[in-house]
């Protein structure tokens, strides 16, 4: 086992784990952050979704060894006193229902608005196309990313 400095929600971590220990299992079972959900583990259902350095990115195939200097968010991270765009408008829309795909349907919303603060239903699509929901909740997810985008 390695020790690596990684930067998780804004803080510099400190963990101990093989370099090739995927970052999902470092987030939940070093740091203790749950939000972030085992889905599929091969990068295919969203669940696992986290921020590198802005950008929307599964956990599950990222390992810890690759992190370096990236700045990752977790859906912990994304608001420290719940007031983001996304987390409101989800709670407007009442959009959960399982609520397992959550995390990782928000932080993907989340990642697609600061990059394109104004999404038109096809760019919303095609951001948030490889998140799967099992409940089927996509027509509220979509009705909240505009919400979020008339947030801004």
């Known amino acids: 086992m390695a020790k690596y400095n990684i930067t998780?929600?804004?803080k510099k971590r400190q963990v101990e784990a093989?370099?090739?220990?995927?970052?999902?299992?470092?987030?939940r079972d070093?740091?203790?952050?749950?939000g972030t959900k085992y889905g599929c583990g091969?990068?295919?259902c969203g669940a696992c979704t986290i921020h590198y350095n802005g950008n929307p990115m599964r956990a599950c195939t990222m390992t810890v060894g690759s992190v370096g200097?990236?700045?990752i968010t977790t859906i912990e991270g994304l608001s420290e006193n719940t007031n983001h765009p996304v987390l409101?408008?989800?709670?407007e829309h009442d959009v959960p229902q399982c609520g397992y795909c959550q995390a990782g349907q928000i932080m993907t919303a989340a990642a697609?608005?600061?990059e394109t603060p104004n999404p038109d239903d096809d760019e919303i699509e095609a951001a948030m196309y490889t998140n799967i929901c099992?409940?089927?909740?996509?027509?509220k997810i979509m009705a909240a990313v505009k919400t979020a985008a008339s947030m801004k």
Do not use: F, K, M
């Not at 070093?30 to 749950?34: A, F, G, S």
């Open 8 to 10: 998780v929600n804004g």
């Open 18 to 27: 093989d370099s090739d220990t995927p970052l999902l299992w470092v987030l």
């Open 30 to 34: 070093n740091l203790h952050l749950y």
């Open 42 to 44: 091969i990068a295919e």
């Open 69 to 71: 200097e990236a700045a």
């Open 88 to 91: 409101q408008a989800w709670r």
């Open 112 to 114: 697609l608005l600061a």
């Open 134 to 139: 099992r409940c089927g909740t996509y027509n």
